[in-house]
Every structure is written in C-alpha cells, then in structure tokens.
C-alpha cells in the first residue's frame, strides 16, 4: 500500500467505526473546554471528567475562577496529577482571560497559547472542537499510531500533526483526529500487544 492508500483506509474504516465523534471532556463552552483539557494533561478524560462538575459548579466562569485562591483550586482538583501546577495555571489563566480578553476565550493560536497552561494542543482543541476552526490536536495515541501505520516519521507531535495536515483533507481533521483517539483507546492501546488493531493488520499483512 502507499502512504495515500494507507490514509485512504484509516479513514474509511474510522467512518465505520465511530460516524459520530462526541468529545470526551464534558464541558458547556469553549471556557469550560480549556480547563478541562488543560486538566487533561498527564491523566485521564475519565478522571476529569469525575472532578470538574464540583470544580464548574464553584468556578464555571474565569470571573469566579480567579475569585478563589490557589489552595481552593487545587482542593478541587486534588485527585488530578500535577494538581500544584494545575491549580496555579488555572488561576492566572481566568485573571489573564479577565485583564486581556474581558473573560471572553479568545480565538486566535497565539492569544491562547499566552495563556498559562494551554500549549498548543490544548489551543488546537480549542480552536477546533470549542470555535469550529480546522485543526488536527495530537496527542500521544495519534503520533503513536500516525508512526505505526507509516504516515509520518515525525520525531515529535510538532511534525506528526504537520504530516497529518498534509494527508488528510481539511474537511475532516476536526473528526478525523477524534476518530484515531478513540481508536487507539479501544484497538490499539499503547500498554497493548495490538491483536485487536485491524487497522494496521489490514496495511501490512501479507
């Protein structure tokens, strides 16, 4: 198969297997997106999404949010790993959002990435599955299996998701991206032996 052949395939059958992509992270704006997968980091969806509806009821809005005090956050979030860091960046983050932005997320790459704790995956998350904007955010299980099934030979996630960008029509990256983490999660984990990876059983077998 060529490389075109091989993105031709993850994405047919990625269509069958999830046409609808839900996003993990329980949120209600594109605010309560970015804490979220900000919180993200170094853990699980599932764990956040177990702490922040206590930790939305308090601080739903960057106005309540930086009204409380770093200990408070991070009480909130104590069972998230990295909870010290994580607390202070959401903190400064609402204040930022309040003295540069009036409390309105913005929508550029460059004015979320100023924002503490948002690099640029979470900016791409935001971008795409809060605004709308196309985007490809990649994470581990995409850089991963974009290495696996030979559609990059990215070293980091940097080139992964540029090589991404370059195969995929733009129509798609927003699904598309949301697609292969699912994936991953449920054919192809990473702690895996990947019997169950019929995707790339599917490119290379003989």
Same mark, same amino acid.
């Given at each position: 198969m060529t490389k075109k052949q091989r993105a031709e395939l993850v994405q047919i059958e990625l269509d069958k297997l999830y046409p609808t992509t839900p996003i993990p992270l329980d949120h209600t704006d594109p605010y309560t997106l970015m804490v979220a997968v900000a919180l993200s980091a170094q853990t699980t969806d599932k764990k956040v999404n177990q702490v922040t509806p206590e930790l939305f009821a308090v601080a739903g809005t960057p106005q309540r949010m930086a009204r409380l005090e770093e200990y408070q956050i991070k009480e909130l979030i104590k069972e998230i790993g990295l909870s010290n860091t994580k607390a202070k960046n959401l903190k400064r983050?609402? $204040? &930022?959002?309040?003295?540069?932005?009036?409390?309105?997320?913005p929508?550029?790459?460059? $004015? &979320?990435e100023a924002l503490p704790g948002v690099g640029h995956k979470t900016a791409s998350v935001v971008m795409s599955q809060g605004f709308g904007f196309p985007a490809f955010p990649v994470d581990t299980h995409i850089h991963r299996l974009m290495t696996l099934w030979k559609l990059t030979s990215g070293k980091n996630v940097v080139e992964t998701e540029r090589d991404a960008k370059k195969l995929f029509p733009e129509e798609v990256w927003n699904k598309l991206h949301l697609q292969i983490i699912f994936y991953g999660r449920e054919y192809s984990p990473a702690r895996g032996k990947g019997e169950k990876d019929f995707i790339t059983k599917m490119m290379f077998e003989k």
């Open positions: 983050m609402a $204040e &930022l959002l309040l003295e540069r932005h009036d409390g309105i997320v929508q550029t790459y460059e $004015e &979320l």
